[in-house]
């Protein structure tokens, strides 16, 4: 079993529609969160990060932390089609850059 | 440079070839990081570079990879005998360091090298 689980898709959902994305984990000693955006055939970019539990708002992105759960997720409103991409969750122990743990992606098509 | 750059963008080699990707991070960047990520996969840590030095060589899937830092800027990693299962895409990431006072530290990730093995 993965330590992070992210549900492949495709998602597709209509032109704004509310997208909700998410991620499970089982290493309890995560503690910091992010979520990147990739684009087909470029690099992830980071889109949120968060701390330990709680939610993070962010233009149309809100990010959500359960550490009970160990579940995250970001939810973006008023989808554009612009939002169509792979979006990765990231997650580690440590504040060091080094060894973060992904999920394998999601692939979110926005339909206009 | 203004972000990450990744040399080749796409490469295409026999069985058995020794290839080499390079990166440029983001200038005055300390921390350099390779990732691994097949199809529709997600990244695989390969290795991480702290100045010239590699701290972290855990990810390093075979004694066929190497990778190298040279005056606290380029990297290279090197695929000996390359294989059919070393086709992916390798993506470098830079950081201005590898702790933040803040928190997480921040990656910036080129585009990738799309790597074929025939």
């Known amino acids: 079993q993965k330590e992070v689980e992210q549900d492949p898709g495709p998602l597709s959902v209509p032109e704004g529609a509310i997208v909700s994305l998410n991620c499970t984990y089982s290493n309890s000693a995560f503690q910091y969160f992010m979520w990147y955006r990739q684009y087909s055939r470029k690099g992830p970019e980071l889109l949120m990060y968060t701390y330990s539990s709680g939610n993070k708002e962010d233009g149309r992105f809100t990010a959500q932390v359960d550490k009970s759960s160990k579940y995250i997720s970001l939810f973006i409103r008023d989808s554009q089609p612009s939002d169509s991409a792979t979006y990765l969750c990231a997650m580690s122990a440590f504040r060091a850059g080094n060894m973060l743990t992904f999920g394998g992606g999601t692939r979110l098509m926005v339909k206009p | 440079g203004a972000g990450v750059s990744q040399s080749p963008s796409n490469k295409v080699t026999e069985k058995g070839k020794d290839v080499e990707l390079r990166c440029d991070p983001i200038s005055g960047h300390t921390a350099l990081y390779w990732y691994r990520q097949s199809l529709g996969q997600g990244l695989e840590f390969l290795i991480y570079f702290q100045g010239n030095s590699a701290p972290d060589k855990s990810g390093l899937p075979s004694d066929r990879f190497s990778a190298e830092r040279t005056g606290g800027s380029v990297s290279t990693l090197t695929i000996q005998r390359t294989q059919q299962e070393d086709s992916a895409v390798y993506l470098c990431?830079?950081?201005?360091?590898?702790?933040?006072?803040?928190?997480?530290?921040?990656?910036?990730f080129g585009a990738g090298s799309r790597l074929t093995v025939l």
């Open positions: 990431a830079s950081s201005p360091t590898t702790a933040s006072p803040s928190g997480a530290n921040v990656l910036t």
